[in-house]
T-cell receptor, first 114, second 115 residues
Framework: AQSVTQLDSHVSVSEGTPVLLRCNYS??????LFWYVQHPNKGLQLLLK??????LVKGINGFEAEFKKSETSFHLTKPSAHMSDAAEYFC????????????FGKGTHLIIQP | SAVISQKPSRDICQRGTSLTIQCQVD?????MFWYRQQPGQSLTLIAT?????????ESGFVIDKFPISRPNLTFSTLTVSNMSPEDSSIYLC????????????FGQGTRLTVV
């Protein structure tokens, strides 16, 4: 069994300041972990993924995440927020790299203040 | 990257009727999945669409309510049967090719409203 907990339902930051979206996971296997972004009325887009290679994963648009096994965490960060980052972010876990389907967290709504 | 086309993109249906959603992928794919995203909620996996055999359903979802077909490696359908207002959601198709360097791609979704 696997699960994902996104610790914040909403995060609000000012443009140009750092972003931190928190995610903890639970998995019986060595998990694959993903962050997806969903802009309003748009489809899901993969930001980055961890599949047992380097623990610090760099994604698109300046986002990165660090896999910490000891803390069962996979937090998403970005050094400087941009207005276009405003969206819903989902932390996702899979036991089989995606071959057995994905388990989504409840999502974090990121708000960027001008 | 893959292109996944879903039809219809949205529909408004009467309760008690059924709607079939189509998902077409632009290349042969190993795995196809169907998800539901209820209003203001996250995505929940409904089932894995297996080519040539019955779909594998997640807990809480049954074949009578959500029959799924996958006649070949590029196409799948999801039917939402005997609809009620609680079935109002976005339904998304996903495709996965396997291997370490691949990812799951998603269709744009079908926004269903049941009245």
């Amino acid at each position: 069994a696997q699960s994902v907990t996104q610790l914040d339902s909403h995060v609000s930051v000012s443009e140009g300041t750092p972003v931190l979206l928190r995610c903890n996971y639970s998995s019986s296997y060595s998990p694959s972990l993903f962050w997806y972004v969903q802009h309003p009325n748009k489809g899901l887009q993969l930001l980055l993924k961890y599949t047992s290679a380097a623990t610090l994963v760099k994604g698109i648009n300046g986002f990165e995440a660090e896999f910490k096994k000891s803390e069962t965490s996979f937090h998403l960060t970005k050094p400087s927020a941009h207005m276009s980052d405003a969206a819903e972010y989902f932390c996702v876990v899979s036991a089989g790299g995606g071959a057995d389907g994905l388990t989504f967290g409840k999502g974090t709504h990121l708000i960027i203040q001008p | 990257s893959a292109v996944i086309s879903q039809k219809p993109s949205r529909d408004i249906c009467q309760r008690g009727t059924s709607l079939t959603i189509q998902c077409q992928v632009d290349s042969q794919v190993t795995m196809m999945f169907w998800y539901r995203q209820q209003p203001g909620q996250s995505l929940t996996l409904i089932a894995t669409a297996n080519q040539g055999s019955e779909a594998t359903y997640e807990s809480g979802f049954v074949i009578d309510k959500f029959p799924i077909s996958r006649p070949n490696l590029t196409f799948s359908t999801l039917t939402v049967s005997n609809m009620s207002p609680e079935d109002s959601s976005i339904y998304l198709c996903s495709a996965y090719w396997g291997g370490v360097n691949t990812e799951a791609f998603f269709g744009q979704g079908t926004r269903l409203t049941v009245v």
